[in-house]
T-cell receptor, first 111, second 114 residues
């Protein structure tokens, strides 16, 4: 029962470095999402992909890029990491009109 | 501009009693509301939802109430159990078709005391 799998689980970056968070789901879901969670802020949507081949900005897209590689995979890239991007990142997926399922999270620290 | 607000960062309840978690929203376009539960070092998991055409939805020990005129929803857990200790997020979206762009509240940490 893998569900939504995201890697890496923990990462420390220096300011200005780049990295990609990987996400894959095995539930044949159409839609995929990237959220970030910060203390006192709840979860905020960064980018989403309603279906394979499409991506759209969410609430806080600045500093990020995404790629919907295929139906299973949706990656999040930080081109030049900043301390403000220190957060917990959650990938999620859903079928249209149904529950969103979340991965276990990726803890990113930018120093 | 916080469209979904949970004004209580934490709540402590005795085991066996009722836990009531509250959530307010400002966007009248929201028509679907959800509660997620989150344990430390895990992703949020779906708990219960309600459509704006209803004012109550019940699932076992969990009941969600929606007051559209007040733009307020609440989650009732009865009886509360130690395993219910977690952070609870309410979330809202517009419509059900396509991608669900959920807007989350800040979360309420519920602690159930034995």
């Amino acid at each position: 029962n893998a569900g939504v799998t995201q890697t890496p689980k923990f990462q420390v970056l220096k300011t200005g470095q780049s990295m990609t968070l990987q996400c894959a789901q095995d539930m044949n879901h159409n839609s995929m999402y990237w959220y970030r969670q910060d203390p006192g802020m709840g979860l905020r949507l960064i980018y989403y992909s309603a279906s394979e081949g499409t991506t759209d900005k969410g609430e806080v897209p600045n500093g990020y890029n995404v790629s919907r590689l295929n139906k299973r995979e949706f990656s999040l890239r930080l081109e030049s990491a900043a301390p403000s991007q220190t957060s917990v990142y959650f990938c999620a997926s859903s079928v249209s009109g149904n529950t969103i399922y979340f991965g276990e999270g990726s803890w990113l620290t930018v120093v | 501009d916080q469209q979904v607000k949970q004004n209580s960062p934490s709540l402590s309840v005795q085991e066996g009693r009722i836990s009531i978690l509250n959530c307010d929203y400002t966007n009248s376009m929201f028509d679907y509301f959800l509660w997620y539960k989150k344990y430390p070092a895990e992703g949020p998991t779906f708990l219960i939802s309600i459509s704006s055409i209803k004012d109550k939805n019940e699932d076992g020990r969990f009941t969600v109430f929606l007051n559209k005129s007040a733009k307020h929803l609440s989650l009732h857990i009865v009886p509360s159990q130690p395993g219910d200790s977690a952070v609870y997020f309410c979330a809202a979206s517009v419509g059900l078709q396509g991608a669900q762009k959920l807007v989350f509240g800040q979360g309420t940490r519920l602690t159930i005391n034995p």
